[in-house]
């Protein structure tokens, strides 16, 4: 038996009036979910556990089998972790954001126009933080580069208790009531002011300024935690697995559980993705021996964060073409496999940032292919339906796998 797990990031919503009060879900054209849920078992699952923040760090960690109440230690140190950098238990890591700030002259006057640069290229923001780096490192304070606008600060020995904002939170926002507050907050700001200095007539800035792009005008802190103690997958499951995503929060949680992490060319966290390139990697993977693939894309909850209606439909429609369809081409001549879709959270266009709402999912199994409900379709409102709600989302991976 083989599984694999699609999760399209931030894909429910909310029903929205330009769509006839519909959800993406439901004005998406994806004939491949709609076809294999009819067959199999649908519900809703609450991914984040009460109390906690809807974040895709606890959402996911509940997604692969882990009770974020027990193994979440923080954002940023699984980041870390897929960075490959070296955390000991004194040290704080945080993400670190490149961001664009409007320009008033007083800092703490400015408002969040673009949590993530224009989704900055890699090239271009590797060169931004080494200048950051070059300029800010001192001892205890480290500067890395990362993916995009996704970067990460270690701090040793840095507060956990500091108060910090994510910044897709308040886009649009002025950003003063958003500022580090608690307990070495006047460090984090002074690390941000001072980067905002460094990045303003930076040449890649006015590269892009001049191509009508967002310059990267601030490094924004947040997510801070501590290095993770989770389980090997393998030991919990009995399964050997692999995770494909563009995401190091993702593939941080793959790897400090014991899975291999797969790169893919052309994979960018975004919807000018490689879809097909992730299901073609998650098939090389199954014939290689692994038990179980987690194919995670980034692209719906990009485009419920930034407020893009026809493109979050769009990244929907093309994960099932492109990921589901290539999918199921390959999975059918290998034999009997399960095939688990969900979100890991909603992230509704209203409010373009996360919400603790329970997501749909449904269970396909190979060994049941007749319909059983010809009605079903793969949405938000279906999924209710049914009655059945999985209320501790870490315990969703044991119904996948029959555990």
Not at 160 to 170: F, N, Q, S
Not at 231 to 250: M, N, R, T
Not at 324 to 343: H, S
């Amino acid at each position: 038996m083989k599984y694999v797990l699609v999760l399209g990031d931030g894909m429910s919503d909310w029903p929205i009036n330009d769509i006839g009060g519909k959800t993406p879900l439901e004005a998406a054209h994806k004939p491949n979910m709609d076809r294999l849920i009819k067959s199999g078992t649908a519900g809703l699952v609450h991914t984040i556990p009460e109390g906690m923040s809807a974040g895709s760090d606890i959402a996911n960690l509940s997604v692969f089998g882990f009770d974020p109440k027990t193994y979440y230690t923080g954002r940023s140190p699984l980041e870390a972790i897929s960075m490959g950098l070296k955390l000991d238990s004194d040290d704080t890591a945080l993400r670190c954001n490149l961001v664009t700030l409007s320009n008033e002259d007083t800092y703490e006057d400015r408002t969040m126009v673009d949590y993530s640069a224009g989704e900055i290229t890699t090239e271009e923001s590797t060169v931004l933080m080494d200048s950051v780096a070059k300029a800010l490192n001192r001892g205890g304070i480290s500067f890395y580069p990362g993916i995009s606008y996704r970067h990460c600060l270690i701090w040793k020995k840095g507060p956990m208790e500091i108060r910090l904002v994510p910044p897709h939170d308040i886009t649009g926002r002025k950003i003063a009531e958003h500022l580090p507050k608690g307990p070495e907050c006047e460090i984090a700001l002074d690390l941000m002011k001072k980067s905002s200095e460094i990045l303003k007539n930076h040449p890649v800035n006015i590269n892009r300024a001049k191509r009508g792009l967002n310059p990267a005008t601030s490094i924004w802190l947040w997510g801070q935690g501590k290095k993770p103690d989770i389980p090997l997958f393998i030991e919990k499951y009995g399964l050997c697995g692999s995770v494909v995503s563009a995401v190091d929060l993702i593939k941080g949680i793959g790897i400090a559980s014991g899975m291999k992490s797969v790169s893919v060319e052309g994979a960018t966290g975004n919807i000018k993705t490689n879809f097909k390139g992730k299901a073609e990697a998650a098939i090389k993977e199954l014939r290689d021996g692994r038990d179980i693939v987690y194919i995670h894309i980034e692209a719906p909850d990009e485009c419920g964060h930034q407020g893009q209606l026809k493109e979050k439909i769009r990244a929907i429609e093309l994960i099932d073409k492109e990921v589901i369809g290539t999918l199921l081409k390959e999975l059918e001549v290998m034999g009997n496999y399960r095939l688990m879709v969900l979100p890991d959270h909603p992230t509704p266009i209203a409010i373009k940032t996360h919400c603790s709402d329970p997501v749909p999912f449904f269970i396909y199994d190979s060994r049941k292919a007749s319909v059983t409900n010809p009605k079903a379709v793969y949405t938000e409102a279906f999924a209710k339906s049914t009655g059945l709600v999985v209320r501790e989302g870490h315990k969703l991976m044991d119904i996948f796998l029959e555990a």
